[in-house]
């Protein structure tokens, strides 16, 4: 693999494993959505291709939306089975943390890929996709769930199986359409995260195991986010592009929805006066602390969004206004995450500061990177055994994790170890009772 690839993936990699790791401060679909635009945001700076500048806030709203919509699924339990000691169990965690990341990665990395795909000579009808989106994640809820009984993680939400209705319904749309570079980043992108959310889990066990002091929880979702972005980046490099005479002016909806719309949700949902004050008071802060600090949040979120109008509303985007967006951006949302959690205050939250370090690198090298991009052919069966390669490999991390330690908090069986006819189907119903206490 040529070595300026191997720099563009790994620093594409950090973007969004940075991004990752700082969403899970403010969870649900609207955290998601926020950190899932910074990997479209990193490609396209990467890819110094001034066509794709016009398209910066669609893809990045697309790439936003296919991670964000993912942000329902429910896998607190699925990570406690990667944690039993027995590898059964630990397998089915690890396997539907490949499942579950696979879903991000697919949603996120296809819906990026379509916008880059759509052209003026083949635009895509993204009023008619949704609604196939919605229609099939609402089909395959019900079929999974509500008829077969298929559950993942009893007694959660089980909204994995609308975003597999979701991932269905994109493949067959972009196959049937022809859009084969984004199926390509698609497949690439699930890959990644995939391995991503099971080889990050593996990393949360053997870090409690060590006793390490550190937050191994946020080392998991690091690693979802740095394998996800390298598999996004990784398909998108790697695809052939049409390429538009004009690059075009920025459009405004899709400006604003990324720029205001999705860090207001986080504001408004994440940075409350009830949640800082929990936070600030042990720290030696007091409501009025709180407050003060909610509104600064919210003075630099509009700011921000202020900025971002004014330099990209209806003009013509050159590679030093991506640039900006993307430092600026992230700068923001690295700023909400040391309000969120105190850090500003207090050195309580080490892990916090990486992220301020994984700024700095990405300022330092992103410039200095000229990616390359080379086609190449569309290969179901290397696809195919690509995946199974994974899933083994995951197979071997699950071994050595239920090996390596005793009972530990937080784990969790989906079966019971002494019914082996209850893990003949790898989503089947558990039989009653098989479910440890929580």
């Not at 945001?41 to 890819?47: D, Q, R």
């Not at 066509?51 to 896998?75: E, K, N």
């Not at 990667?82 to 996120?108: E, P, V, W």
């Not at 007091?286 to 003060?292: I, K, L, Q, V, Y």
Request: hydrophobic content about 50%; some cysteine; aromatic content about 16%.
């Amino acid at each position: 693999m040529n070595n300026r690839l191997i720099w563009s993936l790994l620093l594409a990699g950090m973007s969004l494993g940075t991004a990752w790791a700082i969403r899970g401060q403010f969870g649900h679909e609207q955290g998601a959505a926020w950190a899932g635009g910074f990997g479209a945001i990193a490609i396209i700076l990467l890819a110094k291709r001034p066509d794709w500048y016009a398209r910066l806030f669609p893809a990045t709203l697309a790439s936003a939306l296919g991670w964000g919509v993912t942000g329902m699924i429910s896998y607190g339990i699925v990570v406690g089975y990667g944690r039993s000691t027995d590898f059964g169990n630990a397998y089915y965690g690890l396997g539907m943390l490949f499942l579950i990341g696979a879903l991000f990665g697919f949603l996120g990395g296809g819906l990026f890929g379509l916008a880059l795909s759509s052209s003026r000579k083949k635009p895509v009808q993204w009023h008619l996709l949704m609604a196939e989106l919605v229609a099939a994640g609402v089909i395959g809820y019900y079929l999974l769930i509500e008829q077969l009984g298929y559950l993942m993680t009893p007694p959660r939400s089980e909204a994995w199986a609308v975003c597999f209705g979701m991932a269905a319904s994109l493949l067959w749309y972009l196959v049937r359409n022809g859009y084969g570079s984004a199926l390509r980043v698609a497949f690439f992108s699930a890959l990644g995260a995939g391995f991503g959310f099971g080889f990050g889990n593996f990393l949360q066990t053997m870090g409690h195991v060590s006793e390490i002091a550190f937050n191994f929880w946020n080392v998991m979702e690091y690693s979802i986010g740095f394998f996800g972005g390298i598999g996004m980046a990784y398909g998108t490099f790697t695809s052939e592009w049409e390429t538009e005479e004009e690059s075009g002016t920025t459009p405004i909806a899709p400006l604003l929805l990324v720029a205001l719309v999705i860090p207001f949700l986080v504001w408004e949902q994440s940075v409350t006066d009830k949640r800082l004050i929990e936070t600030l008071e042990p720290l030696g802060g007091d409501s009025g602390t709180a407050a003060f600090v909610r509104w600064v949040a919210l003075a630099l979120l509009l700011a921000f969004a202020v900025w971002s109008y004014r330099r990209f509303a209806g003009k013509v985007a050159t590679y030093a206004d991506v640039s900006a967006f993307f430092f600026l951006n992230l700068a923001l949302y690295t700023a909400y995450s040391l309000i969120i959690t105190g850090a500003f205050m207090s050195l309580y939250r080490p892990e916090q500061y990486l992220y301020i370090v994984n700024w700095l690198v990405l300022l330092v090298w992103m410039k200095k990177v000229q990616t390359p991009f080379a086609s190449e052919d569309f290969s179901p069966r290397e696809w195919t055994l690509g995946t199974l390669a994974t899933l083994v490999f995951v197979g071997g991390l699950a071994y050595v994790a239920s090996q390596s330690h005793g009972e530990i908090k937080g784990a969790h069986n989906r079966f019971e170890i002494s019914a082996p006819a209850s893990v003949s189907g790898v989503l089947a119903p558990s039989p009653a009772g098989s479910q440890s206490p929580r």
